[in-house]
Structure formats: structure tokens, C-alpha cells
């Protein structure tokens, strides 16, 4: 045994274990330190008794026999097969969740319990997806050496999806938790990009560097959802109760995952659109200076704040549901523009929040977000995997918040998505003097216009033109392409 498992303390154990992204709710064991120190010894010294399985997996690797030209036939909504996972604890009131996004009749997949559904949560409601309850593990013979028979569980819901046979066309799994949220038409357009015939693992690693150091930088989080081609899933699933035989000491599912998907030589890719949110607090921050990738997911809506104020949660996604009806390309993507008779910069978060700062600030500096929310866990920084802006009492530095009241589609000026943002509260601060001192006080609403027809190219930013009347209470934002060569400062 190595010295570093004794310098392991209790707590810091107990703080990887809340950082798990899967079905955290959903589990009922006592923690002993005996299965803790059993966890690290794996870690530690990796028992690879099971080496002929390990290495089997490796020369198998052969392409799949379906091979699909993606450029004639794009992938669409009905390719992907979401396995999404929760118990009937949690879905009582996780529902809103999933019902947020899911396309009764349209998207594929379902909603995995542990037990069958309870008296109180039938009769099933259609807008919900169906539910199906995970094979019993308990027959599994590794299941005596499981330290968290829940995790095996989740993960082995990819393992019972494949096995209803409901397999045609289909070209991505999509794993995630009840409390996700998902960006379907984002997604659809995003797993385009990649060739579902070949082996992908696609997902992201937590905004907490404490998370990914504890467990891996390699891990998809399984609450922020990750994707796996239909030609990975075909070799998992054969191999998969062999390799919970090699990891019967992994505490969470989604290790488990990318430690099974690693052995057969795959790593993840991140997309930066898809989000765990292990934070606490206010989000807006970061929600407001989201990367130029597509808004895929967002996650653990119980652990922080509502979204929009004066809102609970449910209201809150519902609210940003709104926007995305309209046009899911643009929510959540920055566009900054400035008025310069006033030396003003807004930043536009669509279908989100509006800033105005009362000077001119280039696009390098916006795109940090404002650190409005706290770390999943208390620690010394640097905390996060991005760079964060500490939120100022400078009149110059602190903007105006505005947040989505209305969205609607107009046909005034041409066939526009005109979006509202209201003032959330009175910024109580003087106008910055070093700029001017033009005040943005009196604005009281700010109205974006974007294209109702033709979704954003993704990964590319948009520009924007402001129109404003000093002493007026409205600004209007006009969206628009960015010319060759523009420069955001
Ligand atoms: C998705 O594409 C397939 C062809 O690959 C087609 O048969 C199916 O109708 C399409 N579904 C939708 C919803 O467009
Ligand atoms: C979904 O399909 C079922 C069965 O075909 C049908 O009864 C129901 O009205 C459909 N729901 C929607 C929203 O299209
Ligand atoms: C904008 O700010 C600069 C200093 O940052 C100042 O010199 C200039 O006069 C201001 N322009 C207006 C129109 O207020
Ligand atoms: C800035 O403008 C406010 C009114 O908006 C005024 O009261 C204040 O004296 C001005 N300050 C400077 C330094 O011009």
C-alpha cells in the first residue's frame, strides 16, 4: 500500500463524492471507511487481474458494418436516443425538468428508474419520455464486489437501452441526468459535425478544477450529458459487465464510462456548449458570457440560484425555454457592440441578459465571465477551468443588468426575433466621469433584433449595431453579420 492513501483524509473523500454528477439523489448507501479505503487502494495500485479482457478490447477494434454517408443523409432529432437516467424519488419533481425540453413524439429515448413508478406518478403523462426500470444487478456476480451498486446502474442503462432493440437509425446515445437540460436542435446540428460510424465520446469536464483533479480531466460529467457514436456504443455494450469487473471499486458512473471507453483506446472530446454547472449561487455571470459554441446543456438548476429574478426555478427554464423556441442558435451567444457618442458598450446574451457599461470594453475582456456565482465546494483558487471577472463597485467597471422579459417574432422591419431585456434593479452607482459621464440610468429596456429566418453559423460570432437617443428609456440593438476584418473594441 502506498503512503498516499493514508495522507487521504475523510473529508476530502466526501467532497469527491459531492461533486458526482450522476444521480447523486438517487443513492442510498452509507459511505463506511473500509469501501473508501478499498476505492483508493484501486486507484492507487490498479489491480488489472482482468488484463486479457483489457487487451481484447483493443484488437477488436474493426469499423463498423453500417457505414452512412453523413454529407447526403445530415443527422436529424430521430438519430439521437437519449438514456436519460433518475429514480423515482427524484423524478417527482425533476419532471419539469425533462418536460422543459422534450419533444413528446419527436425525440427518442427514455427515462430509467430504479423501481417501477409509484402509484403517485401514474398514469405516465405523455409529455413526459417513457420510462423503463434498469435490469436488477443484483444477479450480476461482480455485484458483491460493487461499492456503489447506483452508479453500475446508471451506466448499465446504455447496456438496457441497446437491449429493447429499438436500435434503427440510430446514431448517437445521449446520457444524462433528470435535471438536465438540453438545447436539442444544437445538439442535432452539433453531433453532425462528427462521423457517428467512427468511436467518439463527446461531453465536457466541470468548471471546478478541484472536480476534474479528484476524479479526471478525461471525464464526460454525467449530469452535463455526454454523446457516444453508435459505433462505440456496439463494442460497450458487449464489453461493459466485463469491464465493471475491472472497476468494481469506481464510485461514479461517469468515471466508470470514461474509464471503459478509455480502455478501448477512445477520449473524450469536449464541447464547450455543454455545461455541469458544478457551481453555487447566482449563475448569471457566467450565463452571460457563454463561449461562441452552441448552448447544448445546462445542469444541477437545484444546487444554484434561479436563472432570472423574481422567478422560481421551473419558471426560470421555462422562461429560457422561450427564446429557444425561436431560434436556438443564438441563445446564450454574446454579441457586443458600442455607442460611442455616449463611450457605452452593451453586451447582449440572447434570449438572456443585456449589459451596459459606461465604457468601452473590448471583446477579450467580455468574454471572461463575471464570477457572480461561488466554487461547488469552498477552496483557495484559482477555482475554475476559465478566467472569471471580479465583479466591481467601479462605476467605470459595474454595468447595467438586464434581463429577458419578452420575445416574439415581428414582421415590422422584415422577418425579425425582436427580444426585450428589462432593468433587473437600479444600479445605484454615479456615471462613470473619466468616460464623459453619460449615464445609462435612464434606460429602462433594451430591444434586440435578430434574424427570424437561417440559424447563426455555429461557432462564428455575430455583430451588432446599438441606436439610442440620450434621455430615452429604450435602446434598440440591431444584430447583424460581422464585416470582414471587424474589431470588437
Ligand atoms: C432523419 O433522417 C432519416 C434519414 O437518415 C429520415 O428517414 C428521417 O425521416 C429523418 N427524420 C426527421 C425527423 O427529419
Ligand atoms: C403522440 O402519439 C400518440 C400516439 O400516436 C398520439 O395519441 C398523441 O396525440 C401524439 N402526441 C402529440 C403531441 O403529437
Ligand atoms: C470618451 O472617453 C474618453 C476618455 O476615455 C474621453 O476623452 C472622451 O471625451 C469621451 N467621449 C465622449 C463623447 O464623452
Ligand atoms: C456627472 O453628471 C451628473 C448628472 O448626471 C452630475 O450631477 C455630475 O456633477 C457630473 N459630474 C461631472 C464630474 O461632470
Redesign the pocket.
Known amino acids: 500500500m502506498s503512503s498516499s492513501i493514508a495522507a487521504i483524509n475523510l473529508s476530502s473523500i466526501q467532497q469527491k463524492l459531492q461533486h458526482v454528477s450522476h444521480g447523486t439523489l438517487c443513492k442510498s448507501i452509507a459511505i463506511s471507511g473500509l469501501v473508501l479505503f478499498f476505492f483508493y487502494t484501486f486507484l492507487y495500485n490498479n489491480p488489472y487481474n482482468h488484463s486479457s479482457d483489457l487487451f481484447m478490447s483493443f484488437v477488436e477494434h474493426k469499423s463498423p458494418a453500417t457505414s452512412?454517408d453523413i454529407t447526403n443523409?445530415?443527422?436529424?432529432?430521430?438519430?439521437i436516443m437519449f438514456v436519460l437516467v433518475g429514480c423515482i424519488r427524484t423524478w417527482k419533481y425533476r419532471r419539469p425538468y425533462t418536460e422543459a425540453w422534450w419533444r413528446e413524439n419527436?425525440t427518442r429515448g427514455n427515462i430509467w428508474l430504479d423501481l417501477p413508478p409509484t402509484e403517485d406518478l401514474l398514469p405516465w403523462p405523455s409529455m413526459s419520455p417513457p420510462f423503463q426500470v434498469n435490469e436488477d444487478i443484483t444477479k450480476l456476480k461482480v455485484y458483491p464486489k460493487l461499492v456503489n451498486p447506483v452508479e453500475v446502474r446508471i451506466y448499465r442503462s446504455i447496456l438496457d437501452t441497446f437491449r429493447l432493440g429499438d436500435n434503427k437509425?440510430v446514431r448517437w446515445y445521449v446520457m444524462a441526468d433528470d435535471d438536465t437540460l438540453f438545447f436539442v436542435d444544437n445538439l442535432v446540428e452539433v453531433l453532425g459535425k462528427y462521423d457517428h460510424t467512427k468511436y467518439h465520446y463527446i461531453g465536457t469536464n466541470s468548471e471546478s478544477i478541484k472536480s476534474n483533479y479528484d476524479f479526471s480531466f478525461e471525464m464526460g460529467y454525467g449530469g452535463a450529458g455526454y454523446a457516444l457514436s453508435y459505433a462505440l456504443v456496439e463494442e460497450l455494450v458487449t464489453k461493459m459487465d466485463g469491464c465493471i469487473e475491472r472497476y468494481p471499486h469506481l464510485w461514479v458512473s461517469d468515471y466508470l464510462s470514461s474509464s471503459c471507453s478509455a480502455d478501448l483506446g477512445v477520449d473524450l472530446t469536449i464541447e464547450k456548449g455543454i455545461h455541469q454547472i458544478d457551481l453555487r449561487g447566482d449563475i448569471s455571470g457566467l450565463l452571460s458570457s457563454h463561449p461562441k459554441s452552441p448552448l447544448l446543456t445546462l445542469h444541477h438548476f437545484d444546487a444554484v440560484e434561479p436563472i432570472f429574478p423574481a422567478k422560481d426555478r421551473f419558471e426560470s427554464i421555462n422562461h429560457l425555454m422561450k427564446p429557444a423556441k425561436f431560434d436556438q442558435s443564438r441563445v446564450l451567444q454574446q454579441t457586443i457592440c458600442y455607442h460611442r457618442q455616449s463611450n457605452w458598450t452593451f453586451s447582449i446574451s440572447w434570449g438572456y441578459s443585456a449589459h451596459v457599461y459606461e465604457s468601452i470594453f473590448p471583446r477579450s475582456i467580455l468574454r471572461r465571465p463575471l464570477e457572480t456565482f461561488a466554487s461547488w465546494k469552498r477552496g483557495r483558487p484559482p477555482l475554475f477551468m476559465f478566467n472569471t471577472r471580479w465583479p466591481s463597485i467601479d462605476p467605470c467597471v459595474a454595468p447595467h443588468v438586464f434581463f429577458l422579459e419578452t420575445v416574439d417574432r415581428s414582421s415590422e422591419e422584415g422577418d425579425l426575433v425582436v427580444s426585450i431585456y428589462t432593468r433587473s434593479s437600479t444600479r445605484n452607482m454615479p456615471a462613470c466621469s473619466l468616460n464623459g459621464n453619460h449615464s445609462a440610468d435612464t434606460i429602462s429596456r433594451i430591444q434586440v433584433s435578430s434574424p427570424a429566418i437561417g440559424r447563426k453559423e455555429a461557432g462564428r460570432i455575430e455583430c451588432c449595431d446599438v441606436e439610442y437617443e440620450t434621455g430615452k428609456e429604450v435602446a434598440s440593438v440591431k444584430l447583424r453579420t460581422c464585416m470582414k476584418g471587424e474589431i470588437l473594441a
Not at 443523409?73 to 438519430?79: E, G, V
Open positions: 452512412v443523409s445530415p443527422t436529424n432529432i430521430s438519430h419527436v437509425d
